[in-house]
């Protein structure tokens, strides 16, 4: 079984569309969170939920809207998407704090063209 | 920003030992170190995690010096699946945002 997964894993779309991408964790775990990885691979957190509730929201656009139904999901919402949007997104989780183990999800492909 | 400095690229052979080293001048008391390990279209992945002096699992080892300030992840005899990129989190007990930061991590090639 796969401890994080996320779909869809490759996406492609046209700029100024609407587009989700869903995560579910089966580790149990309290925490959760969205990084991006850009073409350069640096790894920016993007959005940590605690038990569904929102801890960390870094400098991202209000175009990116994070919601978690309970502990085990956390979606990603992207409204009017924009080139600059392309990216790998990955979905992760850990049990409390980071200084604990991250496990990620092998994460989505988002092009907008 | 608390933040983890890492060589940008590495390169080594089969079966030799590879240390990568991360500088993190800033960590914190409660803060721990972890590596993980990334291939190509993967999520990043853990391999080990430490607070001080040595830790070793089947895969790796890790040195933490007294004033752990810098930690290296030690790979004995690479093999050609080495070949990653890898990334050292300086973490503890608060959701602070540097202590999420992985920075540019270092790719390691391993040649035949």
């Known amino acids: 079984d796969t401890a994080v997964s996320q779909t869809p894993k490759y996406l492609v779309t046209q700029m100024g569309n609407d587009k989700s991408i869903k995560c579910e964790q089966n580790?149990?775990?309290?925490?959760m969170y969205w990084y991006k990885q850009d073409s350069k691979k640096f790894l920016k957190i993007m959005f940590s939920y605690n038990n569904k509730e929102l801890i960390i929201n870094e400098t991202v656009p209000n175009r990116f809207s994070p919601k978690s139904p309970d502990k085990a999901h956390l979606n990603l919402h992207i409204n009017s998407l924009e080139l600059g949007d392309s990216a790998v997104y990955f979905c992760?989780?850990?049990?409390?704090?980071?200084?604990?183990?991250?496990?990620f999800g092998e994460g989505s492909w988002l092009t907008v063209v | 920003l608390a933040k983890t400095t890492q060589p940008i690229s590495m390169d080594s052979y089969e079966g030799q030992e590879v240390n990568i080293t991360c500088s993190h001048n800033n960590i914190a008391t409660n803060d721990y170190i972890t590596w993980y390990q990334q291939f190509p279209s993967q999520g990043p992945r853990f391999i080990i995690q430490g607070y001080k002096t040595k830790v070793t699992n089947e895969v790796a080892s890790l040195f933490i010096p007294a004033d752990r300030k810098s930690s290296t992840l030690s790979l004995p005899r690479v093999s050609l699946s080495d070949t990653a990129v890898y990334y050292c989190?300086?973490?503890?007990?608060?959701?602070?945002?540097?202590?999420?930061?992985f920075g540019t991590g270092t790719r390691l090639q391993v040649f035949p």
């Open positions: 580790l149990g775990h309290d925490t």
């Open positions: 989190l300086v973490g503890g007990p608060s959701y602070n945002t540097d202590k999420l930061i």
């Open positions: 992760a989780s850990s049990q409390g704090t980071p200084g604990n183990t991250i496990y």
